[in-house]
């Protein structure tokens, strides 16, 4: 069974940090790996993806203050700093059998999903 496990979420003050990790198991080959949040009542968005060479992207809302990177264990993180009360959600991974991240902001484009992490910035 594939599974992707996300963990780091937790609580933080306005200009705090924290960092995410997605833990793939029983999937293989290339694959783009991204984050999405869903914060109540809003629409699920992309924050960030990398691709199977390691190349990032990330959504405009990030504004510099994330980064995302793959280890040698090929467990992708989510290093996110100055966060701020709009960074308030639920964090999801997700991945698709690719090499690269077009449509990365699409959730079609995603075979699996993490159960999610939550992620709570206090003002």
């Known amino acids: 069974q594939v599974t992707l496990v996300e963990s780091g979420g937790g609580s933080v003050q306005a200009g705090g940090s924290l960092r995410l990790s997605c833990a793939p198991a029983?999937?293989?080959?290339?694959?783009?790996v991204a984050w999405f949040r869903q914060a109540p009542e809003k629409e699920r968005e992309g924050v960030a993806a990398?691709?199977?060479?390691?190349?990032p992207t990330y959504a405009d809302s990030t504004e510099a203050r994330f980064t995302i990177s793959k280890d040698s264990t090929k467990v992708v993180h989510l290093q996110m700093n100055g966060l701020k009360s709009e960074d308030t959600g639920m964090y999801y991974c997700?991945?698709?059998?690719?090499?690269?991240?077009?449509?990365?902001?699409?959730?079609?484009?995603?075979?699996?999903w993490g159960r999610g992490t939550q992620v709570t910035v206090s003002p």
């Open positions: 997700a991945a698709a059998p690719r090499s690269d991240c077009d449509m990365w902001q699409l959730r079609d484009t995603y075979r699996y």
């Open positions: 990398i691709d199977a060479s390691g190349s």
């Open positions: 029983n999937i293989y080959g290339s694959l783009c």
